[in-house]
């Protein structure tokens, strides 16, 4: 199909991994194949693309993908711009539309919340000075978020001065407003008063004279916010919230102006003013505007928190030693810097000097500080309590744990759910719908009644109270509330549509080592005729072995403060174990085959062993000369908590699996001990995944949960991935949610945040949608009938109120309560002490 140059689109851009002609032309094919494509050029000298396609068939982000999926990366970027000045859901819309036309534009989210709009791009064929161009020539005015401007810094301090301003501007709208409504209703309510206004009116209609100045100073000062606004929205084609308030108090103004100005025109019984209503529906929405940015300061205090953690300067040493206090802004690796007692310490890095105790409870939540000494780690924002540290910087500024921590819950937070791709659709007709259903009203009154007053405050009243704010607000402050709160209790959301996913999931895989258990060997049961002389003389001999078991061994010893002896002519038998002198005799210790090539007789020990053995336990037998002195079993111990949250999992509805590398046999001695009945053993790490998409093929939605380091495949193959994380441990790029403090109950606070928040979320929706769908038509006059009829005044505060209400009760997730595993004795701890058939 031939198309002219104004209908062809054309994309420039950059590949990167191009490496010889084979790659260029492989791109171009891959690219000319694509529908709507007329011609695609690759060059391999500038590592680029041209493509020229019909708009109507193909856009930029499927053109990324085509190169993406031939195994080359499209070279992309990403930005967030800070856009002043949307008021509701169809600003959102507006702002989203003119970016995602631009043909350099892959991708763009705005969130009305945070004031913010995501945007991924092509660089070569647009800049970023572009890009906020394109939002201020749509109305809102933008600029790019920089570097060290954040929830605590220049844009809190830029909302915190917009928020000033008007407050002052509903101060002067308020004053003036009571005013004009004392001027225009005195009279009716005092006698006395009308007569003291008829008697100091200098000429007639002085007073309706000195309303219209009045309301002229209410809607051309303070109610500038929406006429502006409102009228470039109108020279757009997408009226929003601003042209719906302009137009209405506008239409009431203007009509009680022409009033005053031409009484001739208008039947005698239509010649009233409405400065009143006009002045008042001004101050009522900037008041609940108002009250709605100080709520919606409120949603965002999570990210304040976490960006106060951060320090603002720090004490660096030069080559000769000395200190110099300097921002952090100006630290590099490789640097170290001086950390004195009770300072936060201002970078990820290692300790070079000195020693001290650092409460770490922002990333671990533990309440006791860590000890930390020479080549231990640190993390930044965590706190100094005593000593005087030296720390080599190994990541600064955005590399930080911290600054990744508010990255991942800044980018949940400005994500979109797809349960909001319902309100967009709305939101996009709402607008124009609620103009006609102005225009209806307003007709059907005329018709009725003859009175262009009473058909005019009914169309009023319909466009004051149909604001879409609500609508805009219902999913974007719940995930900012929900996701900021989750972080708090150590629960990440990479993006917002994890939120909704996890909320829908019914089955919860766990890996097994390392996550229902503690992954490493330890101690769980011991027997024979002296159990503890065989522990104390076996750690004695393993003081001397590298071997996982044996380190075991040393520290269950450590454990119960043994005063170890020292082993003489230790010698390890592979295969067998090991053996040396302790306390002048032979000590044996190692497996059954030992025991028995050294003719050492087992006894009752082999029957009770052979059971720990059959329930996956690893049993190491301890001889002293040829005598069988006792036996210990050593297994992976399962974590504590581990019983109690499959159980709370369950309680909540969902099915729990588990899948191991372990043989069945240990695998289903863990299984029975937690009360999982569906196990997955024997799978190697890659064919996790594969077990996953079986439980997906069976209609489950699943929710993998991994230790984060060979779990890889299967997180990403999940519904959502769920990687518990050690600390500084975090940045798990496959996972969907990184429980920061590698807690397992996190899970459940997880699934219970997710839940709670889209439960939010639906509330929200229904009450913005209710709202409307209610006030309106009573706004239009279809209860006038029974006697209820909407003023323009009282619209106005509705209005408002519907706004404050979706963020009030958004603001409800704080209460959000991190899950705590209740530990009954016997029941959890001591599961893995028990013998296989107990």
Known sequence: MFMDEKTRGQLEIGIDGMTCASCSARVERALGKLPGVTSASVNLATERAEVFFDPQQLNAARIAGAIRETGYTPVTDEIDLVVEGMTCASCVGRVERALR????????????????????YIPAMISTEELASIVSAAGYAAHPVQEDEGQDGNETDQRRASLRAMGRDVIVAAVLAMAILVLSMGASFFPAFDRALMVTSPFAHFWEWVQFVLASIVLFGPGRRFFRPGLIAYRHLSPDMNSLVATGTGAAWAYSALVLVAPAWFPLDARHVYFDSAAVVIAAVLAGK?????????????????????????????????EHEVPISRLRTGERIVVRPGERIPVDGRVVE????????????????????MDDNVVGGTICQDGRLVVEATSVGHDTVLAHIIHLVESAQTGKLPIQGLTDRAVRVFTPVVLAIALATFGVWIVLTGNVSIALVAAVAVLVVACPCAMGLATPAAIMVGTGRAAELGVLFRKGEALETLSHVDTLLFDKTGTLTEGRPALVDQGGSDPAKALRLAAALELASEHPLGRAIVTAADERDMHLPTGKNFRSIAGYGIEGEVEGRMVRVGARRFMERENVLLGDSAETAAQRENGGRTVVFVAIDATLIGWLAIADRIKPEAYAVV??????????AMVTGDGRA???SVARQLHIEQVHAEVLPQDKAKVVSQLQEQGRRVAFVGDGIN????LAQAHVGIALASGTDIAIEAADVTLTRGQLGEVVTALTAARRTLSNIRGNLFWAFFYNILLIPVAAGVAVPIGIHLNPMVAGVAMGLSSIFVLSNSLRLKRLKAY??????????????????S
């Open 101 to 120: 036309k631009q043909s350099g534009v892959l991708e763009a989210v705005v969130n009305l919340a945070t004031e913010r709009a995501h945007v991924r």
């Open 666 to 668: 240990t695998a289903q």
């Open 711 to 714: 779990d890889a495949p299967a």
């Open 354 to 373: 000195r020693r001290a105790h650092v409460d770490e409870a922002m990333l671990t939540g533990e309440p006791l500080p860590s000890v930390k000494t």
């Open 290 to 322: 108002y009250l709605e940015g100080l709520a919606k300061g409120r949603t965002s205090s999570a990210i304040r928190k976490l960006a106060g953690l951060q320090a603002k300067t720090a004490h660096r040493l030069d080559t000769n030693g000395i």
């Open 647 to 656: 159980q709370a999992l369950r309680a909540r509805g969902l099915q729990v």
């Open 820 to 837: 705590v595993p209740t530990v009954t004795p016997g029941a959890v701890q001591n599961t893995a002490l028990k013998p296989a058939h």
